[in-house]
């Protein structure tokens, strides 16, 4: 069974800090892209950020390029995003999702952003 389960999402202050994990179970996690997707009230879901399957290549979407880092531990079959400076315009669901010989998504996890 196939399982993409985040974490780490809750209500930080602008300027804070958070760390999300993707934990992946159910198929070759190693030999998938994982990508960060979000989607805001009323707005289109949008990617975030991609890793390839060895974790050698990296992009962001240019919102968050600087603050957002994606990362990989294929040993513990989880990904990651850490969040650095977040703004109001954060605030969003986010999806980890694998790309490979199938397609997952996770249940998305909610990520608010406020003072």
């Known amino acids: 069974q196939v399982q993409l389960e985040e974490s780490g999402g809750g209500l930080v202050q602008p300027g804070g800090s958070l760390r999300l994990s993707c934990a992946a179970s159910?198929?070759?996690?190693?030999?998938?892209?994982m990508k960060w997707y979000r989607q805001a009230p009323e707005k289109e879901r949008e990617l975030v950020a991609s890793i390839s399957s060895s974790g050698g290549s990296t992009s962001y979407a240019d919102s968050v390029k600087g603050r957002f880092t994606i990362s990989r531990d294929n040993a513990k079959n989880t990904a990651y995003l850490q969040m650095n400076n977040l703004k109001p315009e954060d605030t969003a669901v986010y999806y980890c999702n694998a790309r490979g010989f199938g397609g997952y998504w996770g249940q998305g996890i909610q990520v608010t952003v406020s003072s």
């Open positions: 159910g198929f070759p996690f190693s030999r998938y892209v």
